[in-house]
């Protein structure tokens, strides 16, 4: 037996009405400030000059969304990595890492070490699964 033939229509097309009603909300309402400074807001909303943003980096290594990823670190309370450095330790000199960490990351000297090889159980089994764990400062 053949199967049936697809007959050839038109795809179904979403009702206007399914698109939120109202303005979006505008790029300053929803930019975390922590990555869109005023003066980047400023310029994408007015245009790049060539058309060209910036790149992703500059933003990585700013200093307070360093200090900001270092408190999700820190708040995990994981394990030391193949550095040995725990979250004490490297909360206790917070600002001095995240300098060396920014200057390395701004001259593109960052390396990243190696992450560190764990068996952990499975819950309910006895048998175990790799878990990677990365050094506290990346």
Partial sequence: MSKPRET???PVKVPFA???AGEPPSLRDW????????????TLEQGVRGGRWHTLIDKVYAP???FAASGNVIGNRGAAGVDH??????LAH????????????RTNTYR?????RVWIPKPGSNEQRPLGVPTVQA
């Fill in 85 to 90: 450095q725990s979250v004490e330790d490297f």
């Fill in 31 to 42: 930019a975390n400030p922590c990555v869109w400074t005023d003066r980047m807001l400023t």
């Fill in 8 to 10: 050839d229509s038109e």
């Fill in 112 to 116: 990243p070490q190696a992450v560190q």
């Fill in 94 to 105: 917070r600002q001095k890492e995240l300098d060396q960490l920014h200057e390395s990351l």
């Fill in 18 to 20: 399914a698109t939120p």
């Fill in 64 to 66: 307070r969304n360093l």
